[in-house]
C-alpha cells in the first residue's frame, strides 16, 4: 500500500524523467501560491455576483475553496491530489445555466487579471475549463 507522500514522489519521477523541462500552466502561473490567491479571489466574485451568488448560499466556502484549488491545480498540470466528486456528481443537482457558466469563466478571468497574470495564460485556463461545459450546465432553459 503507498501512502500519498510515495503517491507523490512518484508522480514527480514520471514527471521529471517523461514530461522533461517542459512547463505546465501550473508552473507558469507561479504553482500553490498563485491559484490559492485565484482562488480566493474568485470565490468572492462568483459568491457575490448577481447572477451567480443564489448557488453559494448554503455551501461550506472553506471546502469548496479546498476542492477548488486542487481541482485547478490538477487541471493545470500541479502535483496536488483532488479528493471532491467528478464534476457531473458534484453539479448535476444544481441546474446550471450557460449563463452562469460564462459568468464564472469571467470571474476567473477577472481574478486573473487582478493578480497580474497575463492574458495570453488566463485565456489557456479559461479554455481548459470551457472544456467542462457540457458536464457543468444542466439547465436548457438560458
Ligand atoms: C469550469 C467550471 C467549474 C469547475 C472547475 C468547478 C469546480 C467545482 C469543484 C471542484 C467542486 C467541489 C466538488 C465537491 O465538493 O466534491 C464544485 C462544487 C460546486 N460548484 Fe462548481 N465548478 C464549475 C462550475 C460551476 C458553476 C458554473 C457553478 C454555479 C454557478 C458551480 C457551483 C458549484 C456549487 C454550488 C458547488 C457545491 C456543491 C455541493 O457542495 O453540493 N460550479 N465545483
Not at 475553496?65 to 444544481?94: C, D, I, K, Q, W
Not at 441546474?95 to 488566463?122: H, N, W, Y
Request: aromatic share 8%.
Amino acid at each position: 500500500m503507498h501512502n500519498n507522500k510515495e503517491i507523490l514522489r512518484n508522480n514527480e519521477e514520471i514527471r521529471r524523467l517523461l514530461v522533461g523541462d517542459k512547463m505546465s500552466l501550473y508552473d507558469q502561473l507561479g504553482g500553490e501560491g498563485t491559484i490559492s490567491q485565484v482562488v480566493a479571489d474568485f470565490y468572492d466574485r462568483v459568491s457575490t455576483h448577481e447572477v451567480t451568488s443564489k448557488w453559494f448560499v448554503k455551501v461550506d466556502p472553506d471546502t469548496l475553496r479546498h476542492h477548488l484549488r486542487t481541482y485547478l491545480a490538477v487541471a493545470l498540470g500541479g502535483p496536488e491530489l483532488y479528493s471532491g466528486r467528478s464534476m457531473r456528481n458534484a453539479h448535476g443537482p444544481l441546474k446550471i445555466t450557460t449563463e452562469a457558466f460564462d459568468t464564472m469563466l469571467r470571474c476567473f478571468a477577472e481574478a486573473f487579471d487582478g493578480l497580474g497574470v497575463p492574458a495570453t495564460m488566463s485565456t489557456q485556463v479559461n479554455a481548459r475549463l470551457n472544456s467542462l461545459r457540457a458536464v457543468v450546465v444542466t439547465s436548457h432553459r438560458a
